[in-house]
């Protein structure tokens, strides 16, 4: 088993950045793959990124893609999520998952684990 603790979530203005971290424990955080997903109220679930156990493929969400960045350091047992030029609409929840495939859709099929989540809020 693993958990996920997410961090670094805020109140930011538009064009404004954030950077979200995923600390994991339990098991050896190297053995799975990471995804980020989104939720905002009243919307469905959203993939946002996804990155590989040794951090040599990444897989970026149309929407955010130029400006989110998805990143590992696993001597830290950490997930990043680099999240820059912020619009109003990526105010949501952001949750990191692990699994052990490296999924990509909506649904977060792949992901056993998920953190708790945390807030991000774009707003003037």
């Known amino acids: 088993q693993v958990q996920l603790v997410e961090s670094g979530g805020g109140l930011v203005r538009p064009g404004g950045s954030l950077r979200l971290s995923c600390a994991a424990s339990?098991?050896?955080?190297?053995?799975?793959?990471m995804g980020w997903f989104r939720q905002a109220p009243g919307k469905e679930r959203e993939f946002v990124a996804a990155?590989?156990?040794?951090?040599?493929?990444?897989y970026i969400a149309d929407s955010v893609k130029g400006r989110f960045t998805i990143s590992r350091d696993n001597a830290k047992n950490t997930g990043y999520l680099q999240v820059n030029s912020l619009k109003p609409e990526d105010t949501a929840v952001y949750y990191c998952?692990?699994?052990?495939?490296?999924?990509?859709?909506?649904?977060?099929?792949?992901?056993?684990?998920w953190g708790q989540g945390t807030q991000v809020t774009v707003s003037s």
């Open positions: 998952a692990a699994g052990i495939v490296v999924g990509t859709t909506n649904s977060g099929s792949g992901y056993d684990y």
């Open positions: 339990g098991r050896t955080f190297s053995t799975y793959a």
């Open positions: 990155i590989s156990r040794s951090g040599g493929r990444t």
